[in-house]
């Protein structure tokens, strides 16, 4: 429906939109497409993990907010969870619960992946190759690297080491000259 915008049409609007949108079984339907949906992975590394952590977290708090009740979903979480991990993640969630006979919770796995993710940054981190550029060859077969480092501040106005905000010529220009810039 559209309706001419005036006050007197503002309750028949937004009526009209609630009825579209706040739809609660169309709503709950597509967070549980959602979680029914995320892609296994076959690589362990962090933004994969973190993504299907953040999926069903994100499910979970929006289900919730539907009034779903969620809290005897552990092992459905669990197993759809760890369906989806690689197998070295899988390994060592395993590895990390202390009794292989009780059912573990979502809390448990969430804790886990959290940490797991955190690793897996940190070694990423560890990992990632310094850039350096080969200068010089001199007759001895010598080499002398420098470390290629961007200054943190380069002015877009007058291309000094300083930021924008601080440029003296920036400075100078009215406010409209500025918003113009």
Same mark, same amino acid.
């Given at each position: 429906c559209r309706f001419e915008l005036t006050n007197e049409n503002f309750d /028949?609007?937004?009526s009209a939109l609630k009825d579209r949108y706040e739809n609660t079984r169309i709503l709950v339907s597509h967070q549980m497409k959602k979680l029914f949906s995320i892609q296994a992975i076959s690589n362990e590394n962090c933004k994969s993990i973190y993504n299907i952590q953040y999926i069903i977290n994100d499910c979970l708090s929006i /289900?919730?907010?539907y009034e779903v009740k969620v809290e005897n979903w552990d092992p459905f979480l669990v197993h759809l969870c760890s369906s989806k991990l690689p197998? !070295?993640?899988l390994r060592a969630w395993e590895d990390s619960l202390e009794n292989h006979r009780e059912v573990p919770t979502w809390s448990q796995m969430d804790k886990f992946l959290k940490k797991r993710i955190e690793i /897996? !940054?940190?070694i990423c981190d560890l990992r990632k190759p310094v850039s350096y550029r080969?200068?010089?060859h001199t007759k001895e077969n010598t080499h002398s690297f420098n470390v290629q480092t961007a200054s943190p501040f380069v002015c877009k106005n007058c291309k000094e080491n300083h930021s924008l905000r601080n440029c003296p010529k920036f400075k100078q220009l009215s406010i409209t000259d500025r918003i113009k810039y």
């Open positions: /028949l609007a937004w /289900l919730k907010t197998e !070295e993640t /897996l !940054e940190t080969d200068t010089s």
